[in-house]
Nanobody, 121 residues
Framework: VQLQASGGGLVQAGGSLRLSCAASGSTLNSYLMGWFRQAPGREREYVAAVSWSGTSTDYTDSVKGRFTISRDNDKNTVYLEMKSLKPEDTAVYYC???????????????WGQGTLVTVSS
């Protein structure tokens, strides 16, 4: 599975961005999909996950109510809608595919290449 993340950029605090993660090489509908992020000098951290059917989602506390993860299995794509962005959301965002859990990097089977999100104050 190859994952290609896109949609990052520079946005002011309070703004919005939509990240996309397109898959090739295999269909995504058998994978739990998620997003992680890594800020400068910090470890990669879990952000959100969506079940294979798209009906169940999970978020880390710091993004609840602001971020929405979704997937379109017909398009083999996963999305992360980010609203009310804060400077502390600045990071490289990575999409991830897993056949197990998603909260820890060790569970991830495939990673996207990352897309940079910068939120200015």
């Amino acid at each position: 599975v190859q994952l290609q993340a896109s949609g990052g950029g520079l946005v002011q605090a309070g703004g919005s961005l939509r990240l996309s993660c397109a898959a090739s090489g295999s269909t995504l509908n058998s994978y739990l999909m998620g997003w992680f992020r890594q800020a400068p000098g910090r470890e990669r951290e879990y952000v959100a996950a969506v079940s294979w059917s798209g009906t169940s989602t999970d978020y880390t506390d710091s993004v609840k109510g602001r971020f929405t993860i979704s997937r379109d299995n017909d398009k083999n794509t996963v999305y992360l809608e980010m609203k009310s962005l804060k400077p502390e959301d600045t990071a490289v965002y990575y999409c991830a595919a897993s056949t197990g859990g998603m909260h820890y990097s060790v569970n991830v089977d495939y990673w996207g290449q990352g897309t940079l999100v910068t939120v200015s104050s």
